[in-house]
């Protein structure tokens, strides 16, 4: 079992719809990233949160440090949102430091 | 302040051949990571350098090696490249872990 899980793998929306996707880790971590890669192109990190919420602009970040869960919303979904959104946790201390990503949720937005 | 800059951005090398990318960090951290996303699966980590010393490695060979320069800047270097090693290699900086790491863009390297 890995030790970060998304869900779903993959989503397909219309535009304009709320769109949620899950992070459950199994691990003792100090923060979360939710990442954001285009097809063939680098990442880039929307959200780094270790409690509570977070929100910049349409999307929407929380975490469960107790149920050891996060979400990405994203409401009134655009085509442009279209790509892989990746979860990947900060281990909680020594040389544990470094990321562990989950798979990634593929997410298209249709017109 | 400056990002996390990968080069090449590209690369074709051939089996059995050695390569090196290069990575700068942001300004101000002191920690570069290296990972391999192969097509269609999360990146996997590779190995952390923290002030030039390697504090944490993935499950690679030892023909994945790695520097750190006094700037904060990094190298990857594979020796004997087969085609598995095919893959988007990021390189993300930090100024501590536990603060969040920017990300450059990626090298991507074709081994034919």
């Known amino acids: 079992k890995n030790e970060v899980e998304q869900s779903p793998q993959n989503l397909t929306a219309q535009e304009g719809e709320f769109i949620t996707i899950n992070c459950s880790y199994s691990v003792g971590i100090s923060a979360l990233h939710w990442l954001q890669q285009h097809p063939g192109g680098g990442i880039v990190s929307l959200f780094m949160l270790s409690s509570g919420k977070k929100k910049h602009g349409r999307l929407i970040a929380t975490i469960n440090i107790q149920e050891k869960h996060s979400s990405l919303h994203i409401t009134a979904s655009h085509p442009r949102d279209s790509a892989v959104y990746i979860c990947?946790?900060?281990?909680?201390?020594?040389?544990?430091?470094?990321?562990?990503f989950g798979k990634g949720t593929l997410l298209t937005v249709n017109p | 302040e400056t990002g996390v800059t990968q080069s090449p951005t590209h690369l074709i090398k051939t089996r059995g051949q050695q390569v090196t990318l290069r990575c700068s960090s942001q300004?101000?951290?002191?920690?570069v990571s290296w990972y391999q996303q192969a097509l269609g699966q999360g990146p996997q980590f590779i190995f952390q350098?923290?002030?030039?010393?390697?504090?944490g490695r993935g499950n690679f060979p030892p023909r994945f090696s790695g520097l750190q320069f006094p700037n904060y800047s990094s190298e990857l270097n594979v020796n004997a490249l087969e085609l598995d090693d095919s893959a988007l290699y990021l390189c993300a900086s930090s100024g501590g872990g536990r603060y969040g790491y920017t990300f450059g863009s990626g090298t991507r390297l074709t081994v034919v």
């Open positions: 300004s101000g951290h002191n920690t």
């Open positions: 990947a946790v900060i281990g909680s201390g020594g040389s544990n430091y470094k990321l562990t």
């Open positions: 350098y923290y002030r030039e010393e390697e504090n």
